[in-house]
T-cell receptor, first 110, second 111 residues
Framework: DAKTTQPTSMDCAEGRAANLPCNHS???????VYWYRQIHSQGPQYIIH???NNETNEMASLIITEDRKSSTLILPHATLRDTAVYYC???????????FGTGTSLTVIP | EADIYQTPRYLVIGTGKKITLECSQT?????MYWYQQDPGMELHLIHY???????EKGDLSSESTVSRIRTEHFPLTLESARPSHTSQYLC??????????FGPGTRLLVL
């Protein structure tokens, strides 16, 4: 079962930062937070993951609260191509699968 | 970027036909997975493999079968397709317990 709660949908203006929240209040100490996105029913695309420290890569930044009960994915300058369903997933590092849940449908508006 | 391929991308087939969906990866990953996703719905794991000659069923019951004779290849077979099998099938692979990388998917329509 998915262990995360995300808003069903969000809008973001093109060029602005998109901040996608995720609650994972029951996260365990050995569980990582992963973010994927799925553009128009293509295969999910890995974005970023983290344990407790904030992470940044060429696609996004991941901010995890100190108590690890929530996190935020930040797309610094959203483009129309970022319109997708974004999945926040909590998973033990040794887990064999990802529970994707229903995610957040992000629409970037021109 | 991951190199994982699925063929065909789209398949329309009649009831009762045998089909095989192909999945290949060139990354040498030990672990491979098959997920099923209906339009607008969640992904569900139907099969996974930890390595050659290893296959396991996932959380979602599926009438499909898989095989893992080579590390890079993880085909999924439906012996007798039915309309209820209409869905999108997504293949993924990972190294050890790391990030899973997905293929583009196969959209199956059974008439």
């Amino acid at each position: 079962d998915a262990k995360t709660t995300q808003p069903t949908s969000m809008d973001c203006a093109e060029g602005r930062a998109a901040n996608l929240p995720c609650n994972h209040s029951t996260i365990s100490g050995n569980e990582y937070v992963y973010w994927y996105r799925q553009i128009h029913s293509q295969g999910p695309q890995y974005i970023i993951h983290g344990l407790k420290n904030n992470e940044t890569n060429e696609m996004a930044s991941l901010i995890i609260t100190e108590d690890r009960k929530s996190s935020t994915l930040i797309l610094p300058h959203a483009t129309l191509r970022d319109t997708a369903v974004y999945y926040c997933i909590v998973r033990p590092y040794t887990g064999n699968q990802f529970y994707f849940g229903t995610g957040t449908s992000l629409t970037v508006i021109p | 970027e991951a190199d994982i391929y699925q063929t065909p991308r789209y398949l329309v087939i009649g009831t009762g036909k045998k089909i095989t969906l192909e999945c290949s990866q060139t990354m040498g990953h030990d672990k491979m997975y098959w997920y099923q996703q209906d339009p607008g719905m969640e992904l569900h794991l139907i099969h996974y493999s930890y390595g050659v000659n290893s296959t396991e069923k996932g959380d979602l019951s599926s009438e499909s079968t898989v095989s893992r004779i080579r590390t890079e290849h993880f085909p999924l077979t439906l012996e007798s397709a039915r309309p209820s099998h209409t869905s999108q099938y997504l293949c993924a692979s990972s190294s050890a317990w790391e990030t899973q990388y997905f293929g583009p998917g196969t959209r199956l329509l059974v008439l």
